[in-house]
């Protein structure tokens, strides 16, 4: 079974509140959501390994640390997903960047394909699938099993905010992804949206809605 992290950084949950609140309007929302992708993006890739390499510095020969292993990926899933891109790019400029395009049928909640672009090496990546909401974990089980037809077979999943219902869908579906989140939710509505949640984070980051 694949583990579940919760965030609980007192600057996380700071932002993430604004962040939940309808009053906030897009362009913070879109601050907040960069800021707390970057503070995720610190924790989740706290066991990447490292090796020794030599350097000299302005006064000696050193022996430094630099990251070894896999290099790594990001994977958004459109639309949502695209806001916490660049908070990786950021940390991690090497990364490469796939796009996978899924929207919710908003009838039956079931996820639905239009776009997939990965990186041509992405199999030999460590990828980091983002978006912000987990609500029943149709999109999320899709997206990743959409990258593991590609050859891919280390992949995280990075959510805001994630419901027990989609946390459970894709650790069955994927016993082997491990899951990293700001917050679990208490549940879904009958329209399969988070509560409390935030409400559609696709609309509040581009605001069309
Ligand atoms: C939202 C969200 C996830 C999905 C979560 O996207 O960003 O991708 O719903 O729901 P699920 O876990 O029940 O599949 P949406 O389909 O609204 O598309 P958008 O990002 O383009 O608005
Ligand atoms: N998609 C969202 O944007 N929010 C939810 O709560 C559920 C699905």
Redesign the pocket.
């Known amino acids: 079974m694949s583990k579940v992290v919760v965030f609980d950084h007192p600057l996380i949950q700071h932002k993430l509140t604004i962040m939940r609140m309808t009053q906030t309007g897009t362009k913070e929302f879109r601050e907040l959501l960069n800021e707390i992708t970057m503070l995720m993006v610190y924790e989740a890739t706290r066991d990447l390994p490292v090796e020794d390499v030599e350097i000299e510095t302005p006064m000696c020969k050193c022996v430094g640390k630099q990251l070894s292993g896999k290099k790594l990926g990001v994977v958004p899933i459109l639309r949502?997903g695209l806001g916490m891109v660049d908070a990786v790019t950021k940390l991690v400029p090497a990364a490469r960047v796939g796009h996978i395009g899924l929207y919710?049928d908003p009838d039956t909640h079931e996820p639905h394909e239009y776009y997939c672009k990965l990186p041509a090496d992405a199999e030999s990546r460590e990828l980091f699938v983002l978006d912000?909401?987990l609500?029943t974990g149709g999109s999320a089980s899709d997206a990743i099993t959409m990258i593991k037809r590609r050859g891919c077979s280390h992949i995280r999943l990075l959510n805001l905010?994630a419901?027990p219902e989609g946390v459970a869908r894709v650790q069955k579906d994927h016993p082997d992804v491990d899951i990293y989140v700001a917050a679990l939710d208490e549940c879904?509505n009958d329209h399969?949206?988070?509560i409390p949640?935030?409400?559609?984070?696709?609309?509040r980051l581009f605001g069309t809605k």
């Open positions: 949502a919710r912000p909401m609500a905010i419901a879904l399969a949206y988070i949640g935030l409400g559609d984070a696709g609309d």
